[in-house]
């Protein structure tokens, strides 16, 4: 083709220019003659003029003849807009109208649904607005009526009537990893999804108004500024968040940093899969959010079993009703199915070899015939030893762990069941010794977390 006056860009059959008037119909003529035999051949039906206000009569006399619309007022553009002032906030105005029908028609499926309900939200709903976001610059008022909905329909369905107050919608809109539960407020995030957009196609930018058809962009440099956007963007929630803290309870606070620990939101961020098991029922769901950050639990029984006042935090540590129990043997089976797949001579609650004399390390050592630990398995660590695992689940709520930190907890419970066992496993059964340390949340004490990413790799190298 010729060379003209047009900056032009092509993204797969969608064929842009944009220059003077009199140009561009120099290069409508010239695209429509050479088009074809290139295997391009334009739809006047779809092809649009957008010229300034003062500059549409002209444009209208320049395109008579050429069938292609001729606007003073904008266009839609590869799912964005390029126009005035007033046609953005039309055309934003109506994105907003249907995302918002789309929210109320989720909150509406809530009410029997809400784990499958709050994952449809974060892993599919609340991207339909990313792109918008990204490519027109303010736009974050016009997204309020979203943000609204998203507040004062969704939210409250979601979480039983619960009271979203600025503190709690903040703390929603964290990820997971960090404590919130990652339903983002599109009001807020407009303005910096755009920078960061525009700084992120900066290059390509420059090259399109150069006209630049040879330069390549340097991928290695739009990689690092990603990995620059990304570790800014996480900065700025840990500082959002710190800022958080200072208005909240010291209880909320503490629940906070347990649901920040490895595992304790994957309930959260995987899919509600009936099959596997992961989907909660809507009491269940709605339970797990007021105990994830301390909020009221409908139901409880003013008082125990045991005969003591009842509340979340008695029912968490209280032997009576076989609650503590049930959370405990349900981890160790299902570590013990996992290593069946993997190792031999897998066994729960496997007897100890019981002692005939011998002296151990620590006066608190298991010193009963009849000792036994949670799961043993064969070839785990080592080829040929046995491995031993004891399961210990504690409340960082409860009144001996409440006054230091969730690591100083995990270290404290992990050192009590070590010199209960670890001697007497190491030196008369002659295997390892691994504690698996969670808190009631989830969360992994640090020996746990390896114990479960050794036991992934190797079923993930056996399945291949």
């Given at each position: 083709?010729?060379?003209?006056?047009?900056?032009?860009?092509?993204?797969?059959?969608?064929?842009?220019?944009?220059?003077?008037?009199?140009?561009?119909?120099?290069?409508?003529?010239?695209?429509?003659?050479?088009?074809?035999?290139?295997?391009?051949?334009?739809?006047?039906?779809?092809?649009?003029?957008?010229?300034?206000?003062?500059?549409?009569?002209?444009?209208?006399?320049?395109?008579?003849?050429?069938?292609?619309?001729?606007?003073?007022?904008?266009?839609?553009?590869?799912?964005?807009?390029?126009?005035?002032?007033?046609?953005?906030?039309?055309?934003?105005?109506?994105?907003?109208?249907?995302?918002?029908?789309?929210?109320?028609?989720?909150?509406?499926?809530?009410?029997?649904?809400?784990?499958?309900?709050?994952?449809?939200?974060?892993?599919?709903?609340?991207?339909?607005?990313?792109?918008?976001?990204?490519?027109?610059?303010?736009?974050?008022?016009?997204?309020?009526?979203?943000?609204?909905?998203?507040?004062?329909?969704?939210?409250?369905?979601?979480?039983?009537?619960?009271?979203?107050?600025?503190?709690?919608?903040?703390?929603?809109?964290?990820p997971p990893r960090l404590g919130g539960?990652?339903?983002?407020?599109?009001?807020?995030?407009?303005?910096?999804?755009?920078?960061?957009?525009?700084?992120?196609?900066?290059?390509?930018?420059?090259?399109?108004?150069?006209?630049?058809?040879?330069?390549?962009?340097?991928?290695?440099?739009?990689?690092?500024l990603k990995k620059t956007i990304s570790?800014?963007?996480?900065?700025?929630?840990?500082?959002?968040?710190?800022?958080?803290?200072?208005?909240?309870?010291?209880?909320?606070?503490?629940?906070?940093?347990?649901?920040?620990?490895?595992?304790?939101?994957?309930?959260?961020?995987?899919?509600?899969?009936?099959?596997?098991?992961?989907?909660?029922?809507?009491?269940?769901?709605?339970?797990?959010?007021?105990?994830?950050?301390?909020?009221?639990?409908?139901?409880?029984?003013?008082?125990?079993?045991?005969?003591?006042?009842?509340?979340?935090?008695?029912?968490?540590?209280?032997?009576?009703?076989?609650?503590?129990?049930?959370?405990?043997?349900?981890?160790?089976?299902?570590?013990?199915?996992?290593?069946?797949?993997?190792?031999?001579?897998?066994?729960?609650?496997?007897?100890?070899?019981?002692?005939?004399?011998?002296?151990?390390?620590?006066?608190?050592?298991?010193?009963?015939?009849?000792?036994?630990?949670?799961?043993?398995?064969?070839?785990?660590?080592?080829?040929?030893?046995?491995?031993?695992?004891?399961?210990?689940?504690?409340?960082?709520?409860?009144?001996?762990?409440?006054?230091?930190?969730?690591?100083?907890?995990?270290?404290?419970?992990?050192?009590?069941?070590?010199?209960?066992?670890?001697?007497?496993?190491?030196?008369?059964?002659?295997?390892?010794?691994?504690?698996?340390?969670?808190?009631?949340?989830?969360?992994?004490?640090?020996?746990?977390?390896?114990?479960?990413?050794?036991?992934?790799?190797?079923?993930?190298?056996?399945?291949?």
């Open positions: 083709m010729k060379k003209t006056q047009v900056k032009q860009v092509a993204y797969a059959d969608a064929l842009t220019g944009t220059g003077k008037i009199i140009d561009l119909r120099k290069w409508w003529t010239l695209v429509n003659d050479n088009g074809p035999i290139i295997g391009y051949t334009p739809n006047v039906t779809k092809s649009v003029l957008i010229v300034k206000p003062e500059h549409y009569d002209n444009g209208v006399r320049l395109f008579d003849g050429s069938e292609a619309i001729v606007t003073k007022d904008g266009q839609r553009h590869l799912g964005a807009v390029i126009g005035t002032e007033e046609f953005k906030v039309k055309y934003v105005g109506e994105k907003v109208s249907e995302w918002v029908k789309e929210v109320d028609v989720l909150s509406d499926m809530v009410k029997t649904e809400q784990h499958a309900a709050y994952s449809a939200f974060t892993h599919g709903l609340q991207h339909r607005w990313s792109f918008v976001k990204r490519t027109i610059p303010g736009i974050s008022l016009l997204l309020r009526p979203l943000e609204d909905s998203i507040r004062n329909i969704f939210l409250p369905a979601l979480l039983r009537s619960h009271i979203i107050g600025d503190n709690e919608r903040e703390l929603l809109t964290f539960m990652g339903i983002t407020s599109p009001e807020r995030l407009a303005d910096k999804e755009n920078l960061n957009s525009i700084n992120l196609t900066s290059s390509l930018t420059e090259k399109i108004i150069a006209q630049d058809a040879n330069g390549e962009t340097d991928q290695n440099a739009i990689l690092e570790r800014d963007r996480q900065s700025a929630q840990v500082e959002s968040l710190e800022r958080l803290k200072g208005a909240l309870l010291d209880d909320t606070v503490r629940k906070i940093h347990t649901a920040q620990e490895t595992g304790a939101s994957n309930w959260l961020t995987c899919l509600p899969i009936r099959a596997k098991g992961f989907s909660l029922n809507k009491q269940e769901f709605v339970d797990a959010v007021a105990l994830r950050y301390g909020w009221p639990v409908e139901g409880i029984p003013k008082t125990c079993l045991c005969g003591s006042p009842n509340n979340v935090n008695h029912t968490m540590t209280c032997k009576r009703g076989g609650f503590v129990c049930i959370r405990h043997d349900e981890v160790r089976d299902v570590t013990a199915s996992m290593l069946r797949e993997v190792c031999r001579d897998v066994s729960t609650e496997p007897t100890l070899l019981p002692l005939d004399g011998e002296q151990l390390q620590y006066r608190t050592a298991n010193i009963a015939n009849e000792a036994r630990v949670d799961v043993s398995a064969r070839g785990f660590w080592t080829r040929g030893q046995r491995a031993f695992m004891d399961i210990r689940i504690f409340d960082p709520m409860a009144a001996c762990h409440r006054g230091i930190s969730l690591e100083a907890a995990h270290q404290r419970n992990e050192q009590k069941k070590i010199r209960a066992y670890g001697d007497r496993i190491q030196h008369i059964d002659q295997g390892s010794f691994t504690l698996l340390v969670f808190t009631t949340s989830g969360g992994m004490g640090p020996k746990a977390k390896c114990f479960y990413s050794r036991l992934a790799y190797v079923m993930a190298e056996k399945k291949h």
